[in-house]
T-cell receptor
Framework: SAVISQKPSRDICQRGTSLTIQCQVD?????MFWYRQQPGQSLTLIAT?????????ESGFVIDKFPISRPNLTFSTLTVSNMSPEDSSIYLC???????????FGPGTRLTVL | AQSVTQLDSQVPVFEEAPVELRCNYS??????LFWYVQYPNQGLQLLLK??????LVKSINGFEAEFNKSQTSFHLRKPSVHISDTAEYFC????????????FGTGTQLKVEL
């Protein structure tokens, strides 16, 4: 299995600011995913990030609000831009298991927007 | 449209009693099925998965789930629960041709009481 770390683990931010969340994997992976888990809700996929190409966003999510970088096969960032209280969520990254048809999740970043 | 349904948002149960958490999916293509568990203030962990072969799959901590294609279900069961099983349980599906993207159900909160 892959070991995934995320930074920061939690943050409290002011409305209108931006936060960049980092996701680091201990092995090279092709596909990385970013999810949002709003309070008391399930996980919703934001986008899929592949190295060397632009991220693919799901319906309801746009690059201007959630820009993603994927500079190499072990690292990705998600930025939550121009934040509002509605962005308060847990943001999780996950990676594909390279042929085992399962995803491993990071510990998540708990974001609170005031 | 492809979707995952967990009908029970909360399931209270006494310790050592059996439990079943229900999961149904809707899809016109083949699927892979997963159960993830999220303990309080922790990230998601894969509990078990069905990819192919035997329709009954088991985890190391006593949970099992059975894929029923005719009923499009993947219910999770445990014959005797423990306090430590208290957690949120998410059913998830990847659909053939969906690029390994996970679609999650809304989750079931299992609360084990003495």
């Amino acid at each position: 299995s892959a070991v995934i770390s995320q930074k920061p683990s939690r943050d409290i931010c002011q409305r209108g600011t931006s936060l960049t969340i980092q996701c680091q994997v201990d092995s090279q992976v092709t596909m990385m995913f970013w999810y949002r888990q709003q309070p008391g809700q399930s996980l919703t996929l934001i986008a899929t990030a592949n190295q060397g190409s632009e991220a693919t966003y799901e319906s309801g999510f746009v690059i201007d609000k959630f820009p993603i970088s994927r500079p190499n096969l072990t690292f990705s960032t998600l930025t939550v831009s121009n934040m509002s209280p509605e962005d308060s969520s847990i943001y999780l990254c996950s990676v594909d298991s390279q042929g085992y048809n399962e995803q491993f999740f990071g510990p998540g970043t708990r974001l609170t927007v005031l | 449209a492809q979707s995952v349904t967990q009908l029970d948002s909360q399931v209270p149960v006494f310790e050592e009693a059996p439990v079943e958490l229900r999961c149904n999916y809707s899809s016109s293509v083949s699927v892979y099925l997963f159960w993830y568990v999220q303990y309080p203030n922790q990230g998601l962990q894969l509990l078990l998965k069905y990819l192919s072969g035997s329709t009954l799959v088991k985890s190391i901590n006593g949970f099992e789930a059975e894929f029923n294609k005719s009923q499009t279900s993947f219910h999770l069961r445990k014959p005797s629960v423990h306090i430590s099983d208290t957690a949120e349980y998410f059913c998830a599906v990847t659909f053939t041709g969906g690029g390994n993207k996970l679609t999650f159900g809304t989750g079931t909160q299992l609360k084990v009481e003495l």
